[in-house]
Structure formats: structure tokens, C-alpha cells
């Protein structure tokens, strides 16, 4: 059994981008900032990266394009394919902006509503009455593909993956014209403001549109770094450029949306059934509904609160009715440095039998989806679905305890 706990997460305070010489004000940002690596290539530097970003977009000039972001889309990924669309605008490139769930946390609901951010809601059923042949090609913001259903569909129609700009680790071949993947950013929302800081849009506070979107970046930023407080140096440097543009009220009336009753249960259960093991809260919250599937992550970040708790993971199983399918839906949350939880969700749950992992995750962060496959859908028999819960939970308890304490052996029936 690996020594899983003590692995160090690698060397991100010695390798992360150095970004000490962005300038925050609205020059250009100097060619010798160096990035990390561009997957397969040659280390690029912010201004070449973002030269590269415009040519792209020069090459597909008047052309269609489909933004696929996550079926339940956060913050991050919502303020940047936002902040994307306004960039392609320039190009006359129309943008569509998509996703196949739907909007669960309460905040989420308020930055679209409050911001008339344009993000589309497409469910599968309704996919059989939709062209996608108009799209010349996809682009994927804050996600690579497999954490939405709609990707499927994408593939199916031909359309080529054309851009991919993200801050998750590499979760298998990516090929697109132009790629940016950056694990080390704290949020996408910020590699998309380091865009707009480049030059790539003339983004300014005198734009209602521009003072939107830049308000729906500054909570991506927020949202995927904790309230800033695990914000490395890029993220706080647009942050601060996003400062002069975002409108502070609009920003608080956002996180000022109340959590529904249903979320309350959900972390009401979650506490009931908590289970601590060597710093861990584990809990399985049972059955949901579809709509209050964002009731999982907000679990996780409750219980990851407790006194003398470093990592919290939570799941339950969701039921989709549209579609009369179940699956398993599963958030960790932690505080500890040296805990990589992409590394940790992969080792401990696998792949599925095409060769994907269950799930993965960010800095401090990660989220997995397991298909009920043949047991999903409901069943009229209290009994069984009792059954069927105690079998999910018994499982994912014994993958996960596995790795929470190495030296106990794995449970035999
Ligand atoms: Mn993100």
C-alpha cells in the first residue's frame, strides 16, 4: 500500500508561474514572464501564449462555436466562458455557451440572474431538436471535456475540440488547435483575466456589460480559491485588475443568496452520518434530487469546518427523473497542503472500464460521478432501495477508508 497521506504534492510553491512581473495596470504583460509547459510543447510565455490565443481566433474569424462547460456549472466556469465569449465577439465569432445540467447552488442562480450572464441550459431531451452542424468547433473553459454529457453529442456531430483553456490537472489526451492548460492557476477565471489584462478585449468599467462580466470573474477567482485565501500570486493580481472594473455591490448581492431548505437538509445529514477517521469526515448522504445536486459540495465545505478535521468527503446518490438514471455523486474538500485530492480521488475510486477516472479535482478541491449503470432508476420497493444505498455506501467507504487509514485491511465479506 502506497504511503499515500505523506506524499508531498509535488513542487507547487518552487514551480509555480512566476508572476511577479505582471504589471496590474493595462500594459502588456512582459514576454518573459515564462509558464508552465504547454502539454507537448515548448514552455510559452503569457504574451506568447496569448498572441497564440489571438491567431487562433483570427484564423475562425466569422465562424460559430459552442462553449461546453460542466453540466453543474461553478462560478469559474461560468465568468470565463462569459469573459470568452466577449473576447471571440471581437473576432465575429458568435459563441454559444452550454451546459446539459443545471444551475444547483443557490450563488449560481443569483450571478446569472443578477449579471443576465448568457450561459444556456441544453438537457440531453432536448438535444434531438437542436442543429449542432452550425458549430464549426467546441471550446472548453474551466473543465476538459468529461464533466459534461454534452461532449458525447459534440463528438457524434463532428465538431473538433478547438480551444481548451483550464486549471485541472490533465485528465487524459487532450488534442485541440490551441491548448492552456495551467494546474498550478487557482481558477480559470484568472488564466481568462490574464487575457483580457493582455490586450486580447479593451475591457473597461465604462462597459455595463464589461463591469458584469468582470464582477462574475472576480467570484470565479473567489469561489475556486476559498474567498481568496488559498489565492496564489496570479490569482490575486487579477483580482486586483478586476478590482477597477467590478461592481462590488452586484458581487455582494450574489453572496448574499441564501441557502435553500433542501441544501440544509442535505448538510443536516451529511453531520448525522459523518463518519472521523484519522482527521477525515466521511459522509453519505443518500438519495437527492437532481436540482439539489450542489447540495453535496456544499456538505463537504460544512464538514471540512469541524475542529480537528482536515478532509471532508461527501456523497450521495442523484437521481435524475428526465432520464430515469442514478448516479453517484461525491465532493472532498480539504485544508491539508500535502493532500492532493486529483491524486487522491484517482487512486482511490479508478477508472471505468473505458479507461477514465471516476473523477479528479483542483487545489484543495475534487468532485466524482460514478454511473449506476444497470441499478440506477427508481424502484416502488422501500426495501430495495434501502439495500441499494447500503451497498453504495459500504463501497465507496471501503475505497475510500482504504487511503484514509492505509494500515487497516480492506474489509472482507
Ligand atoms: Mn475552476
Redesign the pocket.
Known amino acids: 500500500m502506497k504511503s499515500y497521506l505523506l506524499t508531498l504534492t509535488s513542487d507547487h510553491n518552487s514551480a509555480k508561474m512566476s508572476a511577479s512581473t505582471v504589471n496590474p495596470t493595462n500594459s502588456k504583460i512582459g514576454e518573459e514572464t515564462v509558464l508552465e509547459r504547454e502539454t507537448g510543447s515548448q514552455p510559452l510565455s503569457l504574451g506568447k501564449l496569448a498572441q497564440k490565443l489571438q491567431h487562433t481566433l483570427e484564423k475562425h474569424h466569422g465562424e460559430r462555436h459552442i462553449v461546453v462547460i460542466q453540466d453543474f456549472p461553478?462560478p469559474?466556469?461560468l465568468s470565463s466562458a462569459w469573459a470568452y465569449q466577449l473576447i471571440a465577439e471581437r473576432y465575429e465569432i458568435e459563441c454559444d455557451i452550454v451546459y446539459a445540467g443545471t444551475l444547483s447552488h443557490q450563488e449560481n442562480i443569483a450571478l446569472v440572474k443578477l449579471t443576465g450572464l448568457p450561459a444556456k441550459r441544453w438537457s440531453i431531451n432536448t438535444l434531438k431538436d437542436r442543429d449542432l452542424t452550425v458549430y464549426q468547433g467546441c471550446v472548453l473553459v474551466?473543465s476538459q471535456g468529461n464533466t459534461s454529457q454534452l461532449m458525447a453529442y459534440v463528438k457524434q456531430a463532428k465538431i473538433p475540440v478547438m480551444i481548451v483553456i483550464d486549471?485541472?490537472s490533465q485528465q487524459g489526451g487532450i488534442q485541440a488547435e490551441f491548448v492552456d492548460l495551467r494546474p498550478r492557476v487557482r481558477?480559470?477565471a484568472t488564466i481568462l483575466t490574464q487575457y483580457l489584462q493582455n490586450g486580447l478585449l479593451d475591457f473597461n468599467g465604462n462597459n455595463s456589460t464589461h463591469v458584469k462580466c468582470a464582477t462574475a470573474l472576480m467570484h470565479g477567482i473567489r469561489s475556486?480559491t476559498n474567498g481568496l485565501r488559498q489565492a496564489q500570486e496570479d490569482d490575486l493580481l487579477a483580482a486586483a485588475y478586476l478590482s477597477r472594473i467590478y461592481d462590488p455591490q452586484l458581487l455582494n448581492a450574489v453572496l448574499q443568496s441564501a441557502r435553500s431548505c433542501r441544501v440544509m437538509d442535505v448538510i443536516e445529514r451529511s453531520l448525522k452520518n459523518r463518519l472521523i477517521q484519522n482527521s477525515f469526515s466521511i459522509a453519505g448522504v443518500g438519495y437527492l434530487r437532481y436540482e439539489d445536486r450542489d447540495a453535496i459540495p456544499q456538505a463537504a465545505d460544512f464538514l471540512v469546518t469541524e475542529e480537528n478535521i482536515h478532509t471532508a468527503i461527501v456523497y450521495g446518490i442523484i437521481h435524475d427523473e428526465d432520464r430515469e438514471i442514478e448516479v453517484i455523486i461525491g465532493s472532498l474538500r480539504t485544508n491539508k497542503l500535502t493532500l492532493d485530492p486529483d491524486e487522491f480521488i484517482k487512486e482511490a475510486l479508478g477508472k471505468n472500464p473505458q479507461g477514465r477516472y471516476y473523477g479528479g479535482g483542483?487545489e484543495m478541491a475534487g468532485g466524482f460521478e460514478i454511473p449506476m449503470g444497470f441499478f440506477g432508476g427508481s424502484n416502488d420497493n422501500n426495501n430495495y432501495t434501502k439495500l441499494k444505498w447500503e451497498l453504495v455506501d459500504a463501497q465507496l467507504k471501503q475505497k475510500l477508508l482504504r487511503l484514509v487509514n492505509p494500515q487497516n485491511e480492506v474489509v472482507h465479506a
Open positions: 461553478d469559474d466556469a474551466d486549471h485541472h481558477s480559470t475556486d483542483r
